[in-house]
């Protein structure tokens, strides 16, 4: 037993290679929720995120109801650093819409967003929790460092090709959309998400909103989640539950299932959706850094041997000189 445990300490306070990237082992997908992770793909791995949906609205005061179906289609794409990831949101629609003077059957963008999310803090990069091999209290312990989050921004635009039925009256064919994002892991198989984003600031349809993510993971395959938006607008307000489940077919594509509702009746919304997400990850080249002694030391060699070629050289110029 001995030594184990003395193998145990070799391998944990020695020289230790591991990656810090964005990137997983296995794909890490915003859907089936709404909320965008703090986290990007990784450098030149490109993602892909669909779904169709189905939906009924009714709006009491109003007195429409609409209903039909809808595609999701977003592209993630990591570029130039691990930090950093571009990517497109779009929705397209086809419903069927009544009111007492309305008959009509639309279809059409519903909107599209262009953005880049930067990670600008990451609490478990060059950080490493070093095992306790005599007490299995102490690796169990409760740990305040997982309340501190990982932080991003995210910047994008708003780009007016909607259906004139889906737009806003007068709406400008450009405006800014900007977030910050929080992202928590608790243990091994919780994650809180956090966005707080202010959307159309530049026009009469602004909106400052939340979304709030749970998601808990069963187990290597299974996953769950329930998530609370709030939207604050002069046009439009609302709060919005969510919640769903994913399925890992691969380590790089992911099926998924949701529904949605709100509490109120102007409108009343009913969500219910099925995606699939994709990853593409070929060209992905991991970035190996070392921590722990191993990596003292070849520091510390290395300037030892810089200091014998600065010696060597400086005998060399009294000789000479």
Same mark, same amino acid.
């Given at each position: 037993m001995k030594n184990l445990k003395i193998?145990?300490? #070799? &391998?944990?306070?020695?020289?230790?290679? #591991? &990656?810090?990237?964005?990137?997983?082992d296995m794909i890490n997908s915003n859907?089936?929720?709404q909320s965008m992770s703090a986290f990007s793909v990784g450098k030149t791995v490109f993602q892909m995120e669909t779904g169709i949906y189905g939906f009924k609205e009714d709006h009491d005061a109003a007195r429409y109801n609409s209903n039909g179906m809808g595609l999701d289609l977003d592209f993630r794409?990591?570029?130039y650093f691990e930090e950093l990831e571009v990517i497109v949101n779009s929705k397209y629609q086809y419903d069927k819409y009544y009111s007492p003077l309305v008959d009509e059957t639309r279809s059409g963008f519903r909107s599209l967003v262009v953005g880049a999310k930067y990670l600008l803090y990451d609490p478990f990069k060059n950080?490493?929790?070093?095992?306790?091999?005599?007490s299995w209290k102490a690796n169990h312990r409760f740990k305040w460092r997982q309340f501190i989050p990982a932080v991003s921004v995210y910047a994008g635009a708003n780009i007016g090709v909607a259906n004139e039925d889906y737009a806003y009256p007068d709406e400008p064919t450009v405006s800014p959309k900007v977030m910050i994002i929080a992202q928590n892991h608790f243990g091994t198989?919780?994650?809180?998400?956090t966005n707080i984003y202010y959307d159309k600031f530049t026009t009469d349809y602004s909106s400052l909103a939340y979304i709030l993510t749970l998601t808990r993971g069963f187990n290597e395959k299974w996953s769950g989640f329930i998530e609370n938006q709030g939207i604050d607008g002069d046009y439009y307000s609302d709060s919005i539950l969510r919640g769903g489940a994913?399925?890992?077919l691969k380590s790089n594509l992911q099926i998924d299932g949701s529904i949605s509702t709100n509490f109120k009746d102007t409108p009343s919304i009913l969500y219910g959706g099925v995606g699939i997400s994709w990853r593409f990850d070929e060209k992905y080249q991991p970035i190996k850094v070392e921590i722990g002694e191993g990596a003292e030391k070849r520091a510390g060699s290395k300037k030892k041997k810089d200091k014998q070629k600065k010696e060597a050289k400086k005998r060399v110029d009294e000789v000479e000189g």
């Open positions: 193998a145990f300490l #070799f &391998v944990f306070n020695f020289s230790v290679s #591991f &990656v810090i990237a964005q990137h997983t859907r089936p929720g794409y990591g570029l950080y490493e929790e070093k095992p306790n091999i005599y198989s919780w994650v809180l998400v994913a399925y890992l």
